[in-house]
């Protein structure tokens, strides 16, 4: 494997995981409109515990650091699909693993860092949407990536 076709996958992911993360929020944000519920903040109270941070001094800091943090999450999560494109994963395929990846991430780090129960005590309702929400995700990165890559294949020809 050269150096710069991993540079260029991780690049390319990186974008794509940024198309995927616009797409998720269109999705979640649309279904918290239609069930009136409020964003989820579990993945900026994980990325809290993790980084120590016990408080925020406002409301809006804590939702400006929940955006940063799900818009950071989504766009480097895309790397693994640059990866799966560069050990030779089909599209389809490596969209697959990577929707897998980050949902199955989700439902071991959140119940772990103490922020979310784990799946099996979640109402039906609610898996389906999470798990509706996160196959947005991958798939719109997906389709993202591979669009990348043919735009990044014609340029060079």
Do not use: C
């Not at 944000?29 to 941070?53: C, F, M, N, W, Y």
């Not at 640059?82 to 490596?94: C, H, M, Q, S, Y």
């Not at 949407?129 to 990536?145: E, L, N, R």
């Amino acid at each position: 494997m050269k150096v710069a076709t991993l540079a260029t996958n991780v690049g390319k992911g990186i974008l794509a995981g940024f198309a995927g993360t616009a797409a998720m929020t269109v999705s979640s944000t649309l279904e918290q409109h239609l069930r009136g519920r409020a964003a989820s903040t579990a993945p900026a109270d994980a990325t809290a515990k993790v980084l120590g941070i016990s408080e925020f001094s406002s409301p809006a800091a804590k939702n400006r650091f929940s955006n940063l943090v799900h818009w950071g999450y989504g766009t480097g999560w895309g790397v693994v699909h640059g990866l799966l494109d560069t050990i030779g994963l089909r599209p389809a395929a490596a969209t697959l693993a990577h929707g897998a990846a980050i949902w199955g991430n989700e439902q071991v780090m959140l119940p772990a860092l103490d922020v979310a129960p784990p799946v099996f005590m979640w109402r039906r309702e609610e898996v389906a949407i999470d798990a509706w929400h996160h196959a947005v995700y991958a798939a719109a990165t997906g389709v993202a990536y591979e669009l990348i890559d043919r735009g990044a294949g014609a340029a060079r020809r």
